[in-house]
């Protein structure tokens, strides 16, 4: 099991920006194959997201590898492109990840780009 706490670093709730569409879509996929998913929140580290399909929810479990295929915030397409992950929880259809490598954006330029 990974030892990870995102706690202390600072996450952007999708929901509370303003003029934003309040969801942003995904396109990702572990060793079982594609997945639907919804970012929640995110920072530089990782991000927390729900698997939108029951089925999905059997495709990723705690400790799996991700691939972020990507991602698109307002004009930023190909956010997140390419980005490699690890499930460090998950809890139902809610799974929390960490980025190897970390985003190289500031919490303040994710904002931006969602804004």
Excluded: H
Aim: hydrophobic fraction near 35%; glycine fraction near 6%; include cysteine.
């Amino acid at each position: 099991m990974i030892n990870y706490n995102r706690r202390n670093t600072e996450r952007i709730e999708v929901s509370s920006i303003q003029n934003f569409y309040k969801q942003c879509d995904i396109a990702a996929s572990s060793g079982k194959g594609d997945l639907d998913i919804t970012i929640l929140d995110i920072s530089q580290q990782g991000m927390k997201f729900r698997v939108n399909c029951t089925e999905d929810t059997k495709k990723i479990n705690q400790d799996d590898r991700l691939l972020i295929r990507g991602c698109i915030f307002n004009d930023s397409i190909g956010f997140l492109s390419n980005q490699q992950a690890v499930t460090v929880w998950k809890d139902d259809n809610l799974c929390g990840i960490k980025f190897t490598p970390e985003l190289e954006f500031t919490g303040e330029a994710i904002r931006e780009m969602m804004s």
